[in-house]
């Protein structure tokens, strides 16, 4: 193997790991998905075929084209909402991983005026400004389905995502991305963790939110992710 494939089988690793620890602390069900950027071709994408995430093993990986066709699909059904990743990894050069989840914590935040920003201190990225909420109606009209099924919507919610780490969907759940699958992993498990602070602390009274001199740090991955592989019966 050359080195970049070496590369994108690292990645690849990761990602399996990811659908797995993500399954394992609540935060993705039997739906929801992550997904990582190609070392070889960095405009296609690896995310799993149609599977719970949970149950995700190297057989189910697939490679995606940039426009979320799959490059070999031999008959393996695939994520109808895989355009959420492709459409946000052909926006963000920053980015190489992406998250999709239906997390019951967030959701009050994607129907409600409530803002949704940095709570706590693990969850700086999430900024000192509400994070945008995704109107699947304003593409597609009153009958949507409520999923991007197509590169179009995908589109448009990486456009309302823009340079933020997290994006919420009206009704639906969120949509994370970072520069790696270890902290899109993170984000992903932070943003659930803040959704549940906030919640509670709105019931108290009125939160103290995080400033813009108090999210301005960088996000510790190594040490979480072990123990988070480790509960979820992975390999150090």
Same mark, same amino acid.
């Given at each position: 193997?050359?080195?970049?494939?070496?590369?994108?089988?690292?990645?690849?690793?990761?990602?399996?790991?990811?659908?797995?620890?993500?399954?394992?602390?609540?935060?993705?069900?039997?739906?929801?998905?992550?997904?990582?950027?190609?070392?070889?071709?960095?405009?296609?994408?690896?995310?799993?075929?149609?599977?719970?995430? @949970?149950?995700?093993?190297?057989? #189910?990986?697939?490679?995606?084209?940039?426009?979320?066709?799959?490059?070999?699909?031999? @008959?393996?059904?695939?994520?109808?909402?895989?355009?959420?990743?492709?459409?946000?990894?052909?926006?963000?050069?920053?980015?190489?991983?992406?998250?999709?989840?239906?997390?019951?914590?967030?959701?009050?935040?994607?129907?409600?005026?409530? $803002?949704?920003?940095?709570?706590?201190?693990?969850?700086?990225?999430? @900024? #000192?400004?509400?994070? $945008?909420?995704?109107?699947?109606?304003?593409?597609?009209?009153? #009958?949507?389905?409520?999923?991007?099924?197509?590169?179009?919507?995908?589109?448009?919610?990486?456009?309302?995502?823009?340079?933020?780490?997290?994006?919420?969907?009206?009704?639906?759940?969120?949509?994370?991305?970072?520069?790696?699958?270890?902290?899109?992993?993170?984000?992903?498990?932070?943003?659930?963790?803040?959704?549940?602070?906030?919640?509670?602390?709105?019931?108290?009274?009125?939160?103290?939110?995080?400033?813009?001199?108090?999210? #301005?740090?960088?996000? $510790?991955?190594?040490?979480?992710?072990?123990?988070?592989?480790?509960?979820?019966?992975?390999? $150090?």
């Amino acid at each position: 193997m050359n080195d970049t494939t070496d590369a994108d089988e690292s990645r690849i690793a990761d990602l399996i790991a990811g659908n797995h620890i993500l399954a394992n602390e609540g935060v993705l069900d039997g739906f929801g998905h992550i997904s990582v950027r190609s070392v070889t071709n960095p405009r296609h994408f690896f995310m799993a075929r149609s599977r719970a995430p @949970g149950l995700v093993s190297r057989d #189910d990986i697939m490679e995606f084209d940039e426009r979320s066709a799959p490059v070999d699909q031999r @008959g393996r059904k695939m994520y109808g909402e895989r355009f959420i990743h492709g459409e946000v990894l052909a926006a963000r050069s920053d980015v190489n991983a992406v998250v999709h989840s239906h997390s019951p914590e967030v959701l009050p935040f994607t129907v409600t005026k409530a $803002p949704f920003k940095a709570l706590i201190h693990m969850a700086a990225f999430l @900024g #000192d400004t509400a994070a $945008p909420v995704f109107e699947i109606r304003d593409v597609l009209g009153d #009958d949507n389905k409520m999923l991007v099924m197509e590169n179009r919507t995908g589109a448009a919610l990486a456009a309302v995502m823009g340079k933020r780490a997290v994006v919420l969907m009206r009704g639906h759940g969120m949509t994370v991305a970072a520069e790696s699958v270890k902290l899109v992993v993170l984000r992903a498990i932070y943003t659930q963790l803040n959704a549940r602070i906030e919640a509670a602390a709105l019931r108290l009274g009125e939160p103290t939110f995080l400033n813009a001199f108090e999210v #301005d740090r960088d996000d $510790p991955v190594d040490r979480p992710w072990e123990v988070w592989a480790a509960n979820a019966g992975e390999a $150090p």
